[in-house]
């Protein structure tokens, strides 16, 4: 099971050194790779156990504006369905992984679709840390 790691902090002033901290603690969850995002609100980190697409799953990923960044350790079950009705309205994938279904779903269904009326049928046991520009107050759309 991969782990992830992060905070939320525009006052800290050393965000590498604390994120470094962090996913070195967590190293033992995810031995295969490890990514990172730090900007000025927040930091997330990520150790990946290779699982689905073994050779381009490494996260975080990035929307293709680099707006929202994810990292993600779970299960999409059903999440090749969903991913090619993404593709059919025009979302461009980068990976095979299960997780890239998750931001260009957020993308198309965050604001508009209740998660209980939600169309997609998504199926999944989640953990995710979603970073985009609503965390400084500006929503998507």
Sequence with gaps: MCGISGFVDKELGNKEDVLKLMMDKIIHRGP???GQFIDEY?????RRLSIIDLEEGSQPLYNESKRYTLTFNGEIYNYQVIRQKLIDKGYVFKTH???????H????????????????GLHTKVLVSLFGTIVSGHPPG
């Design 105 to 120: 779903g957020y993308e198309e269904y965050a604001f508009h679709v209740h998660p209980g009326n939600c169309k997609s």
């Design 97 to 103: 992984t299960d997780s890239e279904v998750l931001i």
């Design 42 to 46: 927040a930091g997330l980190g990520f």
């Design 32 to 34: 295969d790779s490890s």
